[in-house]
C-alpha cells in the first residue's frame, strides 16, 4: 500500500524560513516524479514544484521561483521543499504527490498525479 506523509511546515515570521518533507512507503520516489502543490480554503490546489524522475530536473510557479527549492534524498526515499523568504502569501496547506507516468505537460496539473499525502499546514504571519 502506497502511503505519502508530510512532515516539517508550521507557523513562521515573514522573511523566515521552513523546510517540508515528504516520506513515502509503498514506492521508491526515483522512479517517481514528485511535486508539491499548495491550497488555501475557497482555492483551487496550485502547482509549486516538482523533480522529474527521469533526470531529476526541476520546475517552479514563479511565484516560489528564487524562494523555494525541491530536492531528492534517495538515502531517506523522500523529497524537501525548502523554503526560504516566505511570505504571508504563501500559507496553505501543502501537499506532496507522485506519479510514475506523468509527462512533462502534465506536471503542473494536479491529474497528472496518483498518490497524494495528507497535506501540512503552512502559516506565515507576524
Known amino acids: 500500500q502506497v502511503q505519502l506523509v508530510e512532515s516539517g511546515g508550521g507557523l513562521v515570521q515573514p522573511g523566515g524560513s521552513l523546510r517540508l518533507s515528504c516520506t513515502a512507503s509503498?514506492?521508491?520516489?526515483?522512479?517517481?516524479?514528485v511535486a508539491w502543490f499548495r491550497q488555501v480554503p475557497g482555492k483551487e490546489r496550485e502547482f509549486v514544484a516538482v523533480t522529474s524522475k527521469r533526470t531529476g530536473s526541476t520546475m517552479y510557479a514563479d511565484s516560489v521561483k528564487g524562494r523555494f527549492t525541491i530536492s531528492r534524498d534517495n538515502r531517506e526515499n523522500a523529497v524537501h521543499l525548502q523554503m526560504n523568504s516566505l511570505e504571508p502569501e504563501d500559507t496553505a496547506v501543502y501537499y506532496c504527490a507522485a506519479s510514475a507516468g506523468v509527462i512533462v505537460s502534465q506536471f503542473r496539473s494536479q491529474s497528472g498525479y496518483a498518490y497524494w499525502g495528507q497535506g501540512r499546514q503552512v502559516t506565515v504571519s507576524s
Open positions: 509503498g514506492l521508491t520516489f526515483t522512479r517517481y516524479t
